[in-house]
């Protein structure tokens, strides 16, 4: 049986088939051995089952060597057959023979060989049985559903192997109040290829995590012929009764017409479901979410109904106990009072009693043994007093983790792989206080093992508590899955334009009914949680959308006049500039479109190139004196000349727009000729901010070339202007300890690591509710102390702290990666796609599945990109996509199964740069310098759409080329994120010709400086 999703391939095991049968009858087994010494030295065993005294067959017994994948089951003649190696026949393997209403048969594969020679005809002794009845309530009212529904057909289990007869696939199923009896149990077939397939139906205790004693009270057979719909099979007959959690499955008999193959729905939230491949295998577990959907009708049992009550069961007096104490930071929040209360009942429970205590976190703590003499256990409360707590549970550890036969593991379950005990082996409890627990996954984890999960925040009676570890307790209180979403937290920030605040601006989470609007001082608050998107409108300005992140203090929102309100723009600016001569009203074509200066609702000031003055020598002479309201102002003591519009309340100085190519006021393009100037046009400040936003708050001068207009074509949009020449200003990011938040520099400046792991626990009660914080302090313990261990758990904080911020977990991502640990990376990044299913989750996933060599999984998260897209842009995210997906093609179609040629790559450039950010609130603009010194920017604002950056997409990829020509300059200037908090850029740099990639991450906290990022050569990456 095979799982299957559009993005991954989870083997299960086979199925049954059931037919209603009659009780069975007392058999004798006439078992007729043939043995052929065949090739490979496997053994063929074969032979017939018969009734005692009828001599009539015995038909769909299971036969095989037990836990060993070896076996069949009886056909309706009784004969069967199997293969068996020559050294599975031994005297330490098991074969078995078993069916409902007989004795089980066992022996040795060695014993059962001779038993074959000297007595052909084994008698099985009968084991008669007769079903009880059972006093049903007759209201239906209180019938009930239990079990999973699912018509599911992106989520099934299939079946398709014909030598697997006997293999079983089975679900857990929950009870919250029983006694029950089961009337029916039905599924959904989304696909049947087979003529037809007998099935058996078996109900299981649930014992010790495991599928235990068959309590079917019969043969349940069921012959599947539909080839698709709900099939429902009647169990009414059988009074099968449950108190409790028990496990139901389908087991594969006999298949007719020789093809095979059927499609079952799952629930991708199930409980848990089991596997064994052939009759007689052991019970294997199966990864968690994935579970064949089978839903029971049942009745509930009039309690006087039931013959007696079990008595519980006791437990074995263990002699040694390990003490698993999770020490990660989200359990600096336990309840430790009430666990040292239980643990007080406990040993004085048990009196005399080893213990070893073993804490863990990101890593392992030191292991230490404890004599716990007559209840005495105050060496050991003091040490659990003692603990720190720091980072997260890492997921190395479960491989790590040697539990004993007797497991106590005190821990609230968060961001547990759900698997994470599937080999451990021995009794394990869970014990937990806090309320925010993952409470389903403790319950289930423990009970996988034969324990229970002991909730302290509902059970305040430790004594009671304690008898979960001496009884054998059914607790069938069921919990939900948690939610994933955070909860809501207050927002604040405030509203304006640039130059007053704005009341009464309409402030709401989208998609939810949650809102408010400013007061007279532009503040607000509202409720919402990490990863929402804010959405402020006001009459007469352009909207504006944030995304909520939760560590920042305080949100800046700037919201400039609007386009649809130029008239209102138009009596401002013409109240303020009474003196603006006569506009030439000529449309101009720029990188946001045509602007058609008869609809724009204002007076914008023009001047043709013909009109410069030929004395002028550049862009602030042509404008000196030509516009009434502009004036060229010199600022001391920096000695630069900036434009400005008279009038203003607040002095923003005039920003430039050549051919597309941004600079800002203090940085005035001072190289353009004056004989290829074609038009420039000033536009005010409100519509500037409106297009450019922070870059150009005091207006905009658009300067449009002879040589390089937009007039022509839209790839003129983006190509680089001849005259942007380089002149050398910016400067080099700052990387020095002196450059680091003041907390980083305490931690550097103490006298040992210990001492600074004690300044980090002191630092961290002020600024430990932001990312950045761990991000930086695990660098400054790996690079300035050299304690990697240390960087790593403090690090792995992050997931801890900020689970569903996916903003945090991005830092958290691009460190991991940096540092190549990227089965950490991944795993993030799996959580990322998890929270926020985004193209830009799926495809940084997709990336990393590469990386980690996973190619199947990658190509099915690519197709999940493809599919979702109406049509691929030739730029950024679909652009980076399909390069990705082409590369992974070429390089390896031989895993993928697809054939290279009917994908041709493109051509690129010598190296390709990805740039991926953070935080959807970025703003930043790029400026690549080629080896001629000109240069071209690039602004993630103006760029990329707003819509699109708050909906998570925030990379893009660039071609370099011209490498044989000499290196490019990367520079970066950061423009801020409206919170004050850093921002994490990655630059990926891929060699086309080798596929070698370099990684660089850097932190961004000083806004408006023009940094030096990397140069980039024939030999790759060289940061700065």
């Known amino acids: 049986m095979k799982m299957y999703t559009k993005q991954k391939n989870i083997s299960f095991v086979p199925y049954a088939i059931f037919c209603p049968m009659k009780n069975p009858i007392p058999a004798l087994v006439i078992l007729i051995f043939t043995v052929c010494n065949a090739s490979f030295a496997q053994i063929t065993v074969q032979g017939i089952i018969t009734e005692f005294e009828t001599g009539k067959a015995v038909d769909f017994a299971n036969i095989g060597v037990v836990d060993r994948a070896k076996g069949t089951v009886s056909d309706f003649d009784g004969t069967f057959k199997f293969e068996l190696d020559e050294v599975e026949i031994n005297q330490k393997d098991t074969l078995q023979i078993s069916r409902i209403g007989y004795?089980?048969?066992?022996?040795?594969?060695?014993?059962?060989?001779?038993?074959?020679?000297?007595?052909?005809?084994?008698?099985?002794?009968?084991?008669?049985?007769?079903?009880?009845?059972?006093?049903?309530?007759?209201?239906?009212?209180?019938?009930?559903?239990?079990?999973?529904?699912?018509?599911?057909?992106?989520?099934?289990?299939?079946?398709n192997d014909s030598l697997a007869l006997g293999g079983e696939h089975a679900s857990k199923i929950l009870v919250r109040k029983g006694p029950l009896k089961l009337e029916d149990v039905s599924f959904n077939i989304i696909a049947n290829i087979s003529d037809s397939l007998l099935v058996r139906v078996n109900v299981y205790e649930f014992d010790k995590g495991l599928p235990g004693k068959n309590i079917s009270n019969g043969n349940i057979l069921y012959t599947i012929r539909q080839r698709q719909g709900t099939i429902a099979i009647d169990l009414s007959p059988y009074n099968i009764v449950v108190d409790s959690h028990f496990v139901i499955s389908l087991e594969l008999l006999k298949i007719y017409g020789g093809r095979v193959g059927i499609g079952i729905s799952a629930f991708n939230d199930g409980?848990?479901?089991?596997?064994?491949?052939?009759?007689?295998?052991?019970?294997?577990?199966?990864?968690?979410?994935?579970?064949?959907?089978?839903?029971?009708?049942?009745?509930?049992?009039?309690?006087?109904?039931?013959?007696?009550?079990?008595?519980?069961?006791?437990?074995?007096?263990?002699?040694?106990?390990?003490?698993?104490?999770?020490?990660?930071?989200?359990?600096?929040?336990?309840?430790?009072?009430?666990?040292?209360?239980?643990?007080?009942?406990?040993?004085?429970?048990?009196?005399d009693i080893e213990v070893v205590f073993q804490p863990f976190a990101y890593h392992l703590g030191k292991k230490k043994s404890f004599q716990i003499e007559n209840g005495n256990w105050e060496a050991l409360k003091q040490v659990l007093k003692s603990s720190t707590y720091d980072g997260a549970v890492g997921n190395k550890l479960w491989k790590l983790l040697k539990p004993y036969q007797h497991t106590l593991l005190f821990t609230d379950g968060k961001h547990f792989p759900a698997d994470a005990t599937k080999d451990w082996d021995g009794t394990l409890f869970t014990i937990n206080g806090n309320a925010t627990a993952?409470?389903?996954?403790?319950?289930?984890?423990?009970?996988?093992?034969?324990?229970?999960?002991?909730?302290?925040?509902?059970?305040?009676?430790?004594?009671?508590?304690v008898n979960f570890t001496k009884q054998r307790i059914v607790d069938n209180l069921e919990y939900t899955t948690r939610q994933q979403t955070s909860k809501l937290s207050e927002v604040k920030g405030s509203v304006g334009d640039l130059d007053y605040p704005l009341?009464?601006?309409?402030?709401?989470?989208?998609?939810?009914?949650?809102?408010?609007?400013?007061?007279?001082?532009?503040?607000?608050?509202?409720?919402?949680?990490?990863?929402?998107?804010?959405?402020?409108?006001?009459?007469?300005?352009?909207?504006?959308?944030?995304?909520?992140?939760?560590?920042?203090?305080?949100?800046?929102?700037?919201?400039?006049?609007?386009?649809?309100?130029?008239?209102?723009?138009?009596?401002?600016?013409?109240?303020?500039?009474?003196?603006?001569?006569?506009?030439?009203?000529?449309?101009?074509?720029?990188?946001?479109?045509?602007?058609?200066?008869?609809?724009?609702?204002?007076?914008?000031?023009?001047?043709?190139?013909?009109?410069?003055?030929?004395?002028?020598?550049?862009?602030?002479?042509?404008?000196?004196?030509?516009?009434?309201?502009?004036?060229?102002?010199?600022?001391?003591?920096?000695?630069?000349?900036?434009?400005?519009?008279?009038g203003q309340l607040k002095i923003h100085w005039m920003s430039w727009d050549v051919d597309g190519h941004v600079y800002p006021p203090t940085n005035p393009p001072l190289h353009i000729n004056m004989h290829n100037v074609k038009d420039i046009t000033l536009m005010p400040p409100a519509w500037a901010?409106?297009?450019?936003?922070?870059?150009?708050?005091?207006?905009?001068?658009?300067?449009?070339?002879?040589?390089?207009?937009?007039?022509?074509?839209?790839?003129?949009?983006?190509?680089?202007?001849?005259?942007?020449?380089?002149?050398?200003?910016?400067?080099?990011?700052?990387?020095?300890?002196?450059?680091?938040?003041?907390?980083?520099?305490?931690?550097?400046?103490?006298?040992?690591?210990?001492?600074?792991?004690?300044?980090?626990?002191?630092?961290?009660?002020?600024?430990?509710?932001?990312?950045?914080?761990?991000?930086?302090?695990?660098?400054?313990?790996?690079?300035?102390?050299?304690?990697?261990q240390k960087a790593e758990e403090i690090k792995s904080s992050i997931l801890e702290l900020f689970p569903e911020q996916i903003d945090a977990l991005k830092i958290l991502a691009y460190a991991y990666e940096a540092t190549g640990t990227l089965d950490e990376a991944l795993h993030i990044y799996k959580r990322i796609y998890k929270l926020k299913g985004s193209p830009q989750a799926k495809r940084d996933l997709a990336n990393m599945y590469v990386k980690m060599?996973?190619?199947?999984?990658?190509?099915?998260?690519?197709?999940?990109?493809?599919?979702?897209?109406?049509?691929?842009?030739?730029?950024?995210?679909?652009?980076?996509?399909?390069?990705?997906?082409?590369?992974?093609?070429?390089?390896?179609?031989?895993?993928?199964?697809?054939?290279?040629?009917?994908?041709?790559?493109?051509?690129?450039?010598?190296?390709?740069?990805?740039?991926?950010?953070?935080?959807?609130?970025?703003?930043?603009?790029?400026?690549?310098?080629?080896?001629?010194k000109r240069f071209y920017n690039w602004n993630n604002a103006t760029e990329i759409s707003n819509e699109d950056r708050v909906n998570g997409?925030?990379?893009?990829?660039?071609?370099?080329?011209?490498?044989?020509?000499?290196?490019?300059?990367?520079?970066?200037?950061?423009?801020?994120?409206?919170?004050?908090?850093?921002?994490?850029?990655?630059?990926?740099?891929?060699?086309?010709?080798?596929?070698?990639?370099?990684?660089?991450?850097?932190?961004?906290?000083?806004?408006?400086?023009?940094?030096?990022?990397?140069?980039?050569?024939?030999?790759?990456?060289?940061?700065?």
Do not use: C
């Open 853 to 932: 060599g996973e190619y199947k999984s990658a190509w099915n998260v690519y197709k999940g990109y493809i599919g979702n897209r109406t049509v691929l842009q030739d730029n950024g995210l679909d652009k980076m996509v399909r390069d990705e997906m082409l590369t992974l093609v070429q390089n390896h179609a031989a895993e993928l199964g697809l054939n290279p040629s009917n994908f041709p790559l493109e051509n690129r450039g010598d190296f390709t740069l990805v740039v991926e950010w953070n935080d959807p609130n970025t703003q930043f603009e790029l400026q690549f310098v080629g080896p001629d």
């Open 689 to 788: 901010a409106a297009k450019y936003g922070l870059m150009a708050p005091g207006g905009i001068i658009i300067v449009r070339t002879i040589s390089n207009t937009f007039d022509d074509l839209e790839a003129a949009e983006r190509k680089k202007d001849a005259q942007n020449r380089y002149s050398y200003d910016a400067v080099e990011l700052a990387n020095g300890l002196t450059s680091n938040p003041i907390y980083i520099q305490k931690i550097a400046n103490a006298e040992t690591v210990d001492r600074a792991y004690l300044q980090y626990l002191e630092e961290r009660k002020y600024y430990g509710n932001t990312p950045s914080f761990y991000k930086e302090s695990s660098v400054i313990f790996d690079e300035h102390w050299n304690d990697k």
């Open 503 to 646: 009341a009464n601006v309409l402030v709401k989470v989208r998609d939810t009914d949650r809102e408010t609007r400013t007061d007279t001082n532009g503040d607000f608050s509202i409720k919402a949680s990490n990863g929402e998107i804010l959405d402020f409108s006001y009459p007469s300005r352009e909207p504006a959308a944030t995304v909520v992140n939760t560590s920042s203090r305080m949100l800046k929102i700037i919201m400039p006049q609007g386009i649809t309100a130029l008239d209102e723009v138009v009596l401002e600016e013409n109240l303020r500039l009474k003196e603006l001569h006569k506009p030439l009203n000529k449309n101009i074509s720029t990188k946001f479109g045509t602007i058609d200066m008869n609809k724009i609702g204002f007076s914008a000031k023009q001047m043709e190139g013909s009109e410069i003055s030929p004395s002028a020598q550049t862009l602030m002479d042509a404008i000196e004196g030509k516009f009434p309201g502009v004036e060229v102002v010199r600022l001391y003591p920096e000695d630069y000349e900036v434009v400005r519009l008279r």
């Open 953 to 1024: 997409i925030l990379s893009t990829t660039f071609n370099i080329d011209e490498m044989q020509e000499g290196q490019w300059l990367v520079n970066m200037t950061y423009l801020g994120n409206q919170v004050n908090l850093p921002t994490y850029l990655k630059f990926t740099l891929r060699n086309n010709q080798t596929g070698d990639e370099d990684t660089q991450v850097i932190t961004l906290r000083q806004r408006n400086v023009k940094y030096k990022v990397m140069d980039i050569s024939n030999q790759g990456m060289l940061p700065y």
């Open 438 to 465: 993952n409470h389903k996954l403790l319950k289930e984890i423990a009970e996988d093992h034969g324990g229970n999960y002991i909730n302290l925040e509902k059970l305040d009676n430790m004594a009671l508590a």
């Open 103 to 159: 004795k089980t048969l066992k022996f040795s594969t060695q014993n059962f060989m001779k038993v074959l020679k000297t007595q052909p005809t084994i008698v099985l002794e009968p084991v008669p049985y007769q079903l009880e009845g059972v006093t049903v309530k007759s209201s239906d009212a209180d019938k009930r559903k239990v079990g999973y529904q699912s018509s599911s057909k992106r989520l099934f289990g299939f079946w």
């Open 271 to 351: 409980s848990r479901s089991y596997t064994r491949l052939l009759s007689q295998d052991r019970w294997k577990r199966m990864r968690k979410g994935f579970t064949i959907a089978f839903n029971l009708n049942t009745s509930e049992i009039e309690k006087e109904a039931l013959i007696a009550e079990t008595p519980l069961e006791l437990r074995d007096k263990p002699n040694s106990v390990m003490l698993l104490w999770d020490t990660s930071l989200s359990m600096k929040q336990r309840d430790l009072e009430k666990e040292l209360r239980f643990l007080d009942n406990y040993f004085n429970t048990w009196r």
